[in-house]
């Protein structure tokens, strides 16, 4: 972008600062955890749609030089999407467009193999052979619906939208996403030019000028919510944010905030279920834990006395063993002590009467 735009999006007593060699300051990557866009005249040149194959080999095909034409802004767009979500913020895709166009330039942009934009967060019409859509849907918060909840964001002031339709961006503001109108094609361009391709790109398309301007219009935005209401930046409403274009889109009649406010209790009771069912899970865990512990401790206990009963069992058993062995010793002892009395008391008689026949025979 050259200094004459830089100039005129900036007003008196503001900045804004890229860090160097990046594609994004910190202070946009911080704000929002969801980035979304539109594709017809957001980032492609729908005048492409009358004028090159819409075929999926024909769009893979396509040289840098045919690129530059179709979607004026593709390396910037390429470069910011690798860097958010190289730092963890989700991004996808919601339009009216054709689902299989819209993924052959996605696997054009950013590689045959690319992860980046699947059906998790591309959302867009599904035709038939005849080029009819499959379904229909009022608006797109349909489908931001779905990719938020694929993401578990709840939080719709952290979820961005980048459209050149009005009507689309009303209907998220309304829901409380963040809205940013692209200029796009009016519809006298889609009808009277629609086999000339734009000029001025740089402003009519999502670009590093879109980048810009959004960060100063949201700090100019902040700070009069900060000073009117005391409200913390993150914390800002989004009927006093205007979107980028040509004209403020508010929720201020009653019926539309009051859509809003079913939107976002919608939104969070799904957020508190899930976190009720998570905690209970997580206490089912810990009381299945702990049932198993106790059941071990139990266990534990139960081995531990039958292994003491045995124990003791069979202390006992060896005590009465020698037990009975001492008494059969003293038996023993005993019966061998009555025997050597006996004989003690035989030698003596024995010697008694030897005595008495040698005292006769002398007497002869």
Not at 62 to 90: A, C, M, Q
Not at 163 to 188: E, P, R
Not at 257 to 268: Q, V
């Amino acid at each position: 972008m050259n200094t004459n735009n830089i100039n005129n999006i900036n007003n008196r007593n503001e900045y804004f600062y890229v860090e160097k060699n990046n594609f994004i300051s910190n202070y946009l990557v911080d704000k929002f955890k969801l980035w979304i866009w539109d594709f017809d005249d957001t980032l492609i040149d729908t005048t492409t749609y009358y004028k090159n194959s819409m075929e999926t080999e024909d769009i893979i095909n396509r040289t840098n030089e045919e690129l530059d034409i179709e979607i004026p802004n593709w390396r910037y767009f390429v470069s910011i999407v690798n860097y958010l979500v190289s730092r963890g913020i989700r991004v996808g895709i919601a339009s009216f467009g054709t689902h299989k166009i819209i993924k052959a330039y996605m696997d054009r942009l950013f590689g045959i193999n690319q992860r980046i934009f699947t059906d998790v967060n591309l959302k867009a019409l599904c035709r038939d052979a005849n080029g009819k859509a499959l379904k229909f849907y009022p608006n797109k918060n349909d489908f931001i619906e779905k990719i938020m909840k694929c993401y578990r964001i709840y939080e719709p002031i952290k979820v961005i939208l980048f459209d050149d339709n009005m009507t689309n961006i009303a209907d998220a503001m309304d829901s409380g996403i963040v809205g940013v109108k692209i200029l796009g094609k009016d519809d006298n361009e889609l009808i009277n030019r629609k086999n000339q391709y734009s000029t001025n790109t740089d402003t009519r398309y999502f670009g590093r000028y879109i980048i810009d301007k959004l960060e100063i219009t949201l700090k100019r935005l902040e700070e009069t919510d900060k000073s009117k209401r005391c409200f913390p930046p993150n914390n800002f409403k989004n009927e006093t944010f205007s979107s980028i274009g040509s004209r403020k889109v508010g929720t201020i009649n009653r019926k539309k905030r009051l859509e809003r406010e079913r939107f976002l209790k919608l939104i969070k009771d799904k957020y508190d279920n899930e976190q009720v069912n998570n905690a209970n899970n997580h206490n089912a865990n810990n009381h299945n834990a702990n049932n198993h512990n106790t059941n071990n401790h139990n266990a534990n206990d139960e081995h531990f006395k039958n292994k003491k009963s045995k124990s003791n069992k069979w202390k006992s058993n060896k005590n009465t063993e020698y037990f009975n062995l001492n008494n059969q010793n003293n038996n023993l002892n005993k019966h061998i002590i009555n025997k050597q009395s006996i004989l003690i008391i035989f030698i003596i008689l024995a010697c008694l009467i030897g005595l008495i026949l040698i005292r006769k025979k002398k007497k002869i």
